[in-house]
């Protein structure tokens, strides 16, 4: 199988494009972001935001501009950090946690071509308080850039949170919980549909939720940690993580279907593990049509490793190195590819991110578009 060489171009390395080694094979065009974890992608895959490991600063990156960083750094002035980067489907808004504007603590924030960063916690829910230096973190972002979601804190020191969601017109909005704390994790493409997360009222473990119109709905009520981690743009597919009891309680990536009438719960599968450790599996990206679901694995539970998956009907969880080494691409020894971070609404980009094994440990992401 052929090697590729990554040659360098400033901030940006384009690979090149391999013919599909079977009748089978895709065609991947894959374009490396040296020094840069991917969170999101853009509808058509050519915008991208982030954070830059270290100060975990969140970035802008396309192909005319390369990474652009976003200023407002967390962890540069508190020494902590929170939330997801989330993009528009134009790519011309980005939602994260940012620093205040007086640089005292972090917030949500949500950023736009022409303004820049503007908190959205002015309007806040009456009961919003600070928790370490914090009184909300965003943690999604709907495609049409109206709608961003997170969490909000409820007091002072109380270590409750509330989901929230935050437009133009309303404000932040509380959108409440069973008794303790929730979150929101993904948005659809209005916004009208939201997955995350919600604290069971006595037992405190989460529990996967949907909210549909802000009406809460709870998925998973097992007595284990489980999530909702990213919906489709219509709304009526949902991934997350959930225990496969047929496959000994382990977490498993987990797909729920509306079928008008109720949420339909199916298992994607697990990945390789070895024998007697727990292992679990998280999805980060689901394409439209549920075609296409990326995420990480993490082989066992009780060590700080993880590596990328991609799930397709045809090909069941599969590892996206292997993946792309089925189709050509090949990276140098030494780098583990630990999590695929996104996935367009039509399934045909997909970011994934890669870090060096040895010193100087570095960290960098890949653009892989596949050919029609």
């Known amino acids: 199988m052929p090697t590729i060489n990554l040659r360098r171009a400033g901030a940006i390395a384009a690979l090149a494009v391999l013919p599909a080694l079977t009748a089978q094979a895709e065609t991947l065009e894959v374009r490396r972001i040296d020094n840069a974890i991917v969170m999101g992608l853009s509808a058509n895959g050519r915008v991208a935001t982030g954070q830059l490991p270290g100060n975990w600063e969140t970035f802008r990156w396309s192909l005319a501009t390369g990474v652009v960083p976003l200023g407002r750094s967390t962890m540069d002035t508190l020494g902590h950090r929170s939330g997801i980067p989330g993009i528009s489907d134009d790519g011309k808004i980005i939602a994260a946690t940012i620093l205040s504007d007086d640089g005292t603590y972090s917030t949500a924030g949500r950023w736009t071509e022409s303004g820049g960063w503007k908190m959205i916690s002015v309007r806040g829910p009456a009961d919003m308080g600070f928790v370490d230096g914090e009184n909300s973190s965003a ?7 109206k709608v961003a979601a997170g969490l909000y804190w409820v007091g002072n020191d109380t270590w409750l949170a509330h989901a929230m969601r935050w437009t133009a017109a309303s404000g932040m909005v509380d959108l409440g919980s069973s008794g303790y704390s929730s979150r929101i994790n993904a948005a659809n493409r209005d916004g009208s549909v939201l997955v995350g997360w919600d ?17 809460r709905t709870t998925l998973e009520d097992s007595d284990w940690f489980t999530e909702a981690t990213a919906v489709s743009a219509d709304g009526r597919i949902v991934v997350g993580q959930t225990p496969d009891p047929a496959n000994g309680n382990q977490l498993t990536a987990t797909m729920w279907k509306w079928n008008g009438t109720s ?5 994607l599968g697990t990945m390789p593990k070895r024998p007697g450790v727990m292992a679990s599996s998280m999805p980060i990206g689901v394409s439209d049509d549920g075609s296409v679901v990326v995420g990480q694995n993490n082989p066992d539970a009780g060590k700080p490793t993880s590596e990328a998956f991609i799930w397709t009907p045809a090909t069941g969880m599969m590892k996206t190195s292997d993946w792309l080494a089925a189709n050509g691409v090949q990276t140098a020894p030494g780098w583990t590819t630990y999590s695929s971070g996104a996935v367009t609404p039509d399934g045909q980009v997909i970011a994934v991110t890669q870090q060096q094994r040895f010193q ?5 992401s890949l653009i892989i578009r596949r050919q029609p």
């Not at 604290?199 to 119109?213: G, Q």
């Not at 100087?360 to 960098?364: H, I, L, S, V, W």
């Open 139 to 145: 943690w999604a972002l709907s495609g049409d850039g």
């Open 199 to 215: 604290e069971h009222p006595e037992y405190r473990n989460w529990r996967a939720t949907v909210w549909v119109d802000g009406v």
């Open 263 to 267: 949420w339909v719960k199916s298992y």
């Open 360 to 364: 100087p440990f570095a960290t960098r």
